[in-house]
T-cell receptor, first 116, second 114 residues
Framework: GAVVSQHPSRVICKSGTSVKIECRSLDFQATTMFWYRQFPKQSLMLMATSNEGSKATYEQGVEKDKFLINHASLTLSTLTVTSAHPEDSSFYIC????????????FGPGTRLTVL | AQSVTQLGSHVSVSEGALVLLRCNYSSSVPPYLFWYVQYPNQGLQLLLKYTSAATLVKGINGFEAEFKKSETSFHLTKPSAHMSDAAEYFCAVSDLTNAGKSTFGDGTTLTVKP
C-alpha cells in the first residue's frame, strides 16, 4: 500500500514552454502533498506544500507564478513549470501524506525535467 | 527551526562489513526522525522512522537506527553490507506539529566494495 506515482518520469522541452507534472496517490487519499526539487548530488529542497482544495504554500524563494500547483482532488496534485528555462532543469519529486493521519511521507519516483 | 547534519558525504565499506551512517539533528521540540534510501533516478524509499516510541528502531533490509537524545543523534547501521545497499541515504527530521513536512540532510553516498 501507500503508492505514489508521478507522470511523466522524464520530459525534455524547449525553453519557454510549460510542463505539467502529475503526482497521484494510488491507494490512499492525500490531503497534503509536497513538491521537492533535487539538483544532482544534492539533497531535496522543499518547494511547496499542496493542500487539497486550497492554495499551495510556497517556501521562501520559490516563485509561485512560475511553479503553479493545483491539488484538485484527494489523489492528484499537479506542478506546472511555466515558461521553463534551462536553469529549471532538475529532478522533481512529490510526496503525499495519508489523509487518515500519518507521520510518514510517501514519495513518488520523481520526474526528470530537461529544458533545452 | 529544525536541521539535520549528515557526517560524511561519502562512505565506503567492503561487502560484509558494518555500515554506519551518521546523522545529528537539531530541534526545539521532540523530533520525528527518518532515514530514506534513494537509488539513481528514483524517488525516496523509507527505511525506518522514529516517532517517540522505542529508541532502537528496526527498518527494512536489515537496517536499524538508535535515537540518542543526549547526543542528538540518529545514526543508521547495518551489521553486514550487501552490494545492493549501494545508494544515497538521507536523514530527515520533522515534528509532531508538522509531521509530514521534513527537513532533509545533504545525504550520504554509500559505496560497497566487493
Amino acid at each position: 500500500g501507500a503508492v505514489v506515482s508521478q507522470h511523466p518520469s522524464r520530459v525534455i522541452c524547449k525553453s519557454g514552454t510549460s510542463v505539467k507534472i502529475e503526482c497521484r496517490s494510488l491507494d490512499f487519499q492525500a490531503t497534503t502533498m509536497f513538491w521537492y526539487r533535487q539538483f544532482p548530488k544534492q539533497s531535496l529542497m522543499l518547494m511547496a506544500t499542496s493542500n487539497e482544495g486550497s492554495k499551495a504554500t510556497y517556501e521562501q524563494g520559490v516563485e509561485k507564478d512560475k511553479f503553479l500547483i493545483n491539488h484538485a482532488s484527494l489523489t492528484l496534485s499537479t506542478l506546472t513549470v511555466t515558461s521553463a528555462h534551462p536553469e529549471d532543469s532538475s529532478f522533481y519529486i512529490c510526496s503525499a501524506i495519508n489523509a487518515g493521519g500519518s507521520d510518514t511521507q510517501y514519495f513518488g519516483p520523481g520526474t526528470r525535467l530537461t529544458v533545452l | 527551526a529544525q536541521s539535520v547534519t549528515q557526517l560524511g558525504s561519502h562512505v565506503s565499506v567492503s561487502e560484509g562489513a558494518l555500515v554506519l551512517l551518521r546523522c545529528n539533528y537539531s530541534s526545539s521540540v521532540p523530533p520525528y526522525l527518518f532515514w530514506y534510501v534513494q537509488y539513481p533516478n528514483q524517488g525516496l524509499q523509507l527505511l525506518l522512522k522514529y516517532t517517540s516510541a522505542a529508541t532502537l528502531v528496526k527498518g527494512i533490509n536489515g537496517f536499524e537506527a538508535e535515537f540518542k537524545k543526549s547526543e542528538t543523534s540518529f545514526h543508521l547501521t547495518k551489521p553486514s553490507a550487501h552490494m545492493s545497499d549501494a545508494a544515497e541515504y538521507f536523514c530527515a527530521v520533522s515534528d509532531l506539529t508538522n509531521a509530514g513536512k521534513s527537513t532533509f540532510g545533504d545525504g550520504t553516498t554509500l559505496t560497497v566494495k566487493p
